[in-house]
């Protein structure tokens, strides 16, 4: 048993405190994209990270997150050639998508991914 820091060893005791602390799952991002973008994901070196990171960490695939956005920046019209042809899935959308997957990961590296496909 955890000892209370509250507890005044010593001395009469002359109150009671109390606290209940609780661990939840709070989700702190959350988010679909068209699977039309697939090009785009193998292209940039980072479809395993979304689609086959089901129960991993953020820090895991951080590293290829962060290597896929770096040359999806670099090389704009590489990118853009893989829009889709019926307009649902481009460069355009896709790159801020990412770019705040990336961000919200980094936020929670200790965050546990969910995936459904």
């Not at 109150?15 to 661990?23: C, E, G, H, N, T």
């Amino acid at each position: 048993m955890q000892r209370n820091p509250h507890t005044h060893t010593g001395a009469a005791r002359v109150s009671l405190d109390i606290s209940l602390s609780a661990v939840r799952t709070t989700t702190v991002f959350d988010a679909n994209f068209t699977h039309n973008v697939t090009p785009m994901w193998k292209k940039a070196g980072i479809y395993d990270a979304l689609y086959n990171s089901h129960g991993m960490t953020a820090a895991e695939v951080l590293p290829a997150l962060r290597s896929g956005l770096e040359d999806m920046r670099a090389n704009r019209q590489a990118y853009t050639d893989l829009n889709a042809s019926n307009g649902w899935g481009t460069y355009a959308h896709a790159l801020p998508w990412l770019e705040n997957l990336v961000e919200s990961f980094e936020a929670n590296p200790d965050g546990i991914i969910r995936v459904w496909k």
